[in-house]
């Protein structure tokens, strides 16, 4: 595997953790926020309130931000990546090693 492969699989693999975790975030918050507005409902200070009401808008928010925030991670991740890879071709096409360094070799021991 190339490093500029295993560099691709890695932001791939960070964008779909931070899109479970701010999913999960958002999700968590409501569920929060509900739990504290049907204590008050049940202490009689207001009308009765619904799980639905607070969980369906939340589940779209979440999915939104989880959405932008996954994307501006692969943004970054890809645009540095092809910055990189296009750093170690010289003019005519070739690239600066002799040979294709193996990332597999670099590990720290």
Do not use: H, K
């Not at 960070?14 to 975790?21: Q, R």
């Not at 929060?32 to 009689?44: L, P």
């Amino acid at each position: 595997m190339s490093c500029a492969r295993l560099a691709a699989a890695l932001w791939i693999g960070w964008a779909i953790v931070v899109w479970n975790v701010v999913l999960d975030q958002t999700i968590v918050l409501a569920g929060r926020g509900y739990i504290v507005a049907a204590i008050g409902a049940a202490q009689g200070s207001g009308p009765y309130a619904r799980i639905d009401d607070w969980m369906r808008p939340a589940v779209t928010r979440g999915f939104w931000f989880a959405t932008a925030a996954a994307a501006a991670i692969l943004a970054i991740g890809f645009i540095s990546l092809l910055v990189a890879v296009r750093s170690t071709r010289l003019p005519d096409g070739s690239s600066r090693f002799t040979r294709e360094p193996d990332c597999a070799s670099n590990r720290i021991r």
